[in-house]
């Protein structure tokens, strides 16, 4: 946490966010020390990439930290991110799941191999642009909340940190506003105060992803469309061109509208059916995080969140193990997710989460 | 961060202009606006400084004024060594071309280049040691049409490693073949005594910026009587062999950093070498798991390139310049690719090793203390990152 003077590593991915935190870091007088993460090659081609890590953002860090007076370096993590993300992305879309490579981004690289190496550097903490917070209370045990910004909160992709990540992180932006962090980039005249934000997955052109899954992992995976009796209902090219809850690009016409349901890669099978069938009461998740360093001791009321976009619901929490929980939600939710995340909050604090099975 | 007393070793990305020289171009800027080709006095005086200029680059390497044109650096001088000699007017077809695969980019990629548009091209392996074989280059000129007359190219002093190649055997056994000869001298000019007519070659690249010119500002020297295409197409200058107006402050710079013939070689190599071996026994002897790359080949005095076991380069290299010491992974044309280093693979070291390397380059104005604290420095850093036990990225 926030020492009086020290030195600290700021994740710059020349977005405002990032450059603002940056920024507020130099103003409370601490060492700073700019890295911006080069984690794929997004010069091959003249491909469009998301609004992330791509050449024009390398440079727009660049140019914040000159402004800031602070150092700035390139790291090359490009091939621990093909190994801890995208190979884990395009698995599990291939395996009929909706990943989030984003959380796997903030807990195996930015708070792991990136904090690895701000220590190597004598670096304290890693600092980000994330909307969230973290508190450390008497007894010395790390708290995560959501972001102030309800609108741009993002403690759900942050779920899997531990103790130990939280200790040596900071979200210096995260107790701001959108608004206030474009009005201080504005007060400060950076460049990048009107940068829109990031929409898309950064590794991912277009919002291509079923490309990037063809491209790491060719092969033949067409199959059948069906319903819930099992009748063939169309074609598919793919379980990983769907995920649950989707209605475009079924290429089928039915009275009424038809939504993903289920992918069952093994057999090639995308199962459509009415809206009201996507709405399931329970879940269970595998791969819990615990942010306390161990479950609650037993059931607990909480609101669950399944999807970076969604409303955390009312439920019960009931712990399994270590590792897993199960869900059971006050009202029915639509479109659980295999492969999202379930993430357990009560009020704005984050209490766990896992990978919904 | 202005406050850290900062230390320079990475001479062979660039070195710092002398005192001397930055008030030579400066005065330059300020008293000689003319353009060199013009008739009147301005030009006259400009063009007495280009003169100038030409005279001392020419003593400075052995070789004879008119055979000198200024380029805006070694990438240019040697884009134009080997594509304006490919592209000579000449009877009968395209002359293959032998390169090294431990050349420079502007070498490397210029060759692929006229590879890709039809010029038989070869890229000669090297040893273990960084070290080009004679007997592989004549090899390879055996193997290509003698007709029209081939074209070697070997640097004479590896930017990476600082290995110096056995460049006037190669080029003795080349004239017999009746191949001409190219080297790229970029780190030896300035560092080492080089002098075109005892290396025997034809054509020969140097860079203003590497002792102590300013940067855009080079030459190639070529033989009389040697055709070459001009690869800049416009006016007559340079002989008609590069278009374009001469850049009078910077050349005014490179006379005096000629002149100067950086600060006497004579003094100053068993200076710089006797640091650089104090700078690698200190590093060998305090950080465990540590090799010099290079070391079985004569080398330049002021190169010496590590590798560190279990530790990224870029990582020390960080590392440093959070301590106020600047040095490099390589090249400094390819830090930010994610390419490893060609030269270190091109010498068959392990993926690791590669990975592991550091390149520490010194000057002139390197002193016995600053050797000192960079042999304090590096342990502690390598222990602390070694600590970290941190994957590999």
């Known amino acids: 946490m926030a020492d009086a003077r020290m030195r600290v590593v700021v994740a710059m991915s020349g977005g405002v966010d990032s450059s603002v935190a940056a920024a507020l870091l130099v103003e409370a007088g601490h060492d700073v020390v700019g890295v911006s993460m080069q984690l794929y090659d997004a010069s091959a081609g003249d491909q469009?990439?998301?609004?992330?890590c791509t050449i024009d953002d390398l440079h727009d860090a660049r140019r914040v930290a000159h402004g800031l007076g602070i150092p700035h370096y390139v790291v090359n993590l490009e091939r621990r991110f093909q190994d801890v993300v995208v190979s884990n992305f395009v698995r599990e879309y291939a395996s009929g799941r909706t990943p989030i490579p984003c959380a796997h981004c903030n807990s195996e690289l930015k708070f792991s191999t990136l904090v690895e190496q701000a220590l190597g550097f004598a670096a304290a903490c890693v600092a980000t642009g994330h909307y969230a917070r973290v508190t450390r209370d008497a007894a010395g045990l790390y708290h995560l909340w959501?972001?102030?910004?309800?609108?741009?909160?993002?403690?759900?992709?942050?779920?899997a940190l531990t103790q130990a990540q939280l200790a040596r992180a900071l979200f210096p932006v995260g107790a701001l506003s959108k608004d206030e962090v474009r009005r201080l980039a504005l007060e400060?005249?950076?460049?990048?105060?009107?940068?829109?934000?990031?929409?898309e997955i950064c590794f991912v052109p277009d919002g291509e992803y079923a490309a990037v899954v063809d491209r790491h992992l060719p092969g033949d995976r067409c199959g059948l469309?069906?319903?819930?009796?099992g009748r063939v209902l169309g074609r598919h090219d793919g379980v990983h061109h769907f995920t649950v809850g989707q209605r475009k690009g079924l290429r089928i016409s039915a009275p009424e509208?038809?939504?993903?349901?289920?992918l069952d890669a093994d057999r090639r099978l995308v199962q459509v059916g009415p809206k009201a069938a996507l709405e399931r009461r329970t879940l269970t998740a595998a791969g819990m995080n615990w942010v306390a360093g161990a479950p609650p001791a037993g059931d607990i009321c909480a609101q669950v969140q399944i999807r970076s976009r969604h409303a955390a619901a009312e439920a019960r929490v009931t712990p399994v193990g270590a590792d897993r929980m199960a869900v059971e939600f006050d009202a029915p939710q639509s479109a659980v997710t295999p492969g999202q995340a379930a993430v357990v909050f009560q009020g704005d604090e984050l209490l766990g989460g896992g990978w919904i099975d | 961060m202005g406050s850290i007393v900062r230390i320079y070793l990475d001479y062979n990305a660039t070195a710092p202009v002398s005192a001397e020289v930055a008030d030579a171009v400066s005065a330059a800027l300020k008293d000689c606006p003319g353009n060199a080709s013009s008739i009147h006095a301005f030009g006259q005086r400009a063009k007495a400084v280009v003169d100038d200029a030409r005279s001392a680059v020419a003593r400075l390497i052995g070789a004879e004024p008119s055979e000198i044109v200024f380029t805006s650096g070694g990438t240019e001088a040697d884009n134009l060594a080997?594509?304006?000699?490919?592209?000579?007017?000449r009877d009968g077809g395209k002359p293959a071309l032998i390169v090294t695969a431990i050349e420079h980019e502007a070498v490397l990629n210029a060759a692929r280049l006229l590879g890709r548009l039809?010029?038989?091209?070869?890229?000669?392996?090297?040893?273990?040691e960084g070290a080009v074989s004679v007997d592989a280059v004549a090899a390879a000129i055996d193997r290509v049409p003698s007709r029209p007359a081939p074209l070697v190219s070997v640097m004479l002093a590896n930017n990476e490693v600082g290995t110096l190649q056995p460049l006037a055997e190669i080029a003795a056994l080349a004239r017999e073949r009746g191949a001409a000869v190219h080297t790229d001298a970029v780190q030896a000019v300035g560092r080492v005594p080089v002098d075109v007519g005892s290396l025997g070659v034809d054509m020969l690249t140097l860079a203003g910026h590497k002792f102590g010119a300013p940067k855009g500002v080079g030459a190639l020297w070529v033989r009389r009587g040697l055709p070459l295409q001009a690869q800049s197409i416009g006016g007559k200058q340079e002989r008609g062999r590069r278009a374009g107006t001469e850049n009078t402050p910077a050349l005014e710079g490179l006379r005096v950093a000629a002149e100067r013939g950086w600060r006497g070689l004579q003094a100053e190599m068993p200076r710089q070498a006797a640091l650089r071996d104090r700078l690698e026994r200190g590093i060998l002897e305090r950080v465990a798991g540590t090799v010099v790359n290079g070391a079985g080949a004569p080398r330049v005095p002021n190169t010496t390139n590590i590798s560190f076991e279990g530790v990224e380069g870029e990582s020390i290299v960080i590392g440093l310049d959070l301590e106020g010491i600047a040095v490099s992974t390589g090249s400094a044309c390819s830090s930010g690719t994610l390419e490893p280093s060609h030269v270190l693979k091109a010498m068959g070291l392990s993926p690791a090793r590669v990975e592991g390397a550091v390149r520490f380059s010194l000057g002139p104005e390197t002193t016995d203390a600053e050797i000192d604290r960079v042999i304090d420095v590096v342990p502690v850093l390598v222990a602390r990152l070694r600590a970290r036990g941190r994957s590999r990225g």
Request: hydrophobic share 40%; proline share 8%.
């Open chain 1, 188 to 199: 400060r005249g950076m460049r990048v105060a009107e940068k829109p934000d990031s929409q």
């Open chain 1, 48 to 52: 469009k990439f998301g609004t992330c």
């Open chain 2, 82 to 89: 080997l594509r304006g000699f490919a592209e000579a007017p």
């Open chain 1, 225 to 229: 469309v069906v319903d819930a009796q």
């Open chain 1, 146 to 159: 959501r972001g102030a910004d309800d609108r741009k909160d993002q403690a759900y992709f942050l779920f």
């Open chain 1, 257 to 262: 509208p038809l939504y993903v349901v289920r």
């Open chain 2, 118 to 128: 039809g010029w038989p091209v070869t890229i000669l392996p090297v040893s273990a």
